[in-house]
């Protein structure tokens, strides 16, 4: 059983910063893929990002290129997105997700509760 725990959400004006924190529990996380989901209001859930679980691999979701950086730390349960340059468009609730591939929900085992991401304009 893993579970995850994301932080960092907030407010931010368009152009700005945030850095999400996933903490997963399990002694096997380093075993796992982890990446990010995110759902807008009135929107179904899309991918953002996902990181294999040595972090040699990496596949982002067209939108997140060039402005997000996911990155793991197996040695304190933890994965991270960096999001800069962020557009209101951005503005989601950011899920963690864990053990699976893909880009799409049901690819994915394990879920945060997620943390909201607001931008605005």
């Known amino acids: 059983q893993v579970q995850l725990v994301e932080s960092g959400g907030g407010l931010v004006q368009a152009g700005g910063s945030l850095r999400l924190s996933c903490a997963a529990s399990?002694?096997?996380?380093?075993?796992?893929?982890m990446g990010w989901f995110r759902q807008a209001p009135g929107k179904e859930r899309e991918f953002v990002v996902a990181?294999?679980?040595?972090?040699?691999?990496?596949y982002y979701t067209d939108s997140a290129k060039g402005r997000f950086t996911i990155s793991r730390d197996n040695a304190k349960n933890t994965v991270y997105l960096q999001m800069n340059s962020l557009k209101p468009e951005d503005t989601a609730v950011y899920y963690c997700?864990?053990?699976?591939?893909?880009?799409?929900?049901?690819?994915?085992?394990?879920w945060g509760q997620g943390t909201q991401v607001t931008v605005s304009s």
């Open positions: 990181i294999s679980w040595s972090g040699d691999r990496i």
């Open positions: 997700v864990a053990e699976g591939g893909g880009d799409i929900p049901g690819g994915w085992h394990y």
């Open positions: 399990g002694r096997t996380f380093s075993r796992y893929a």
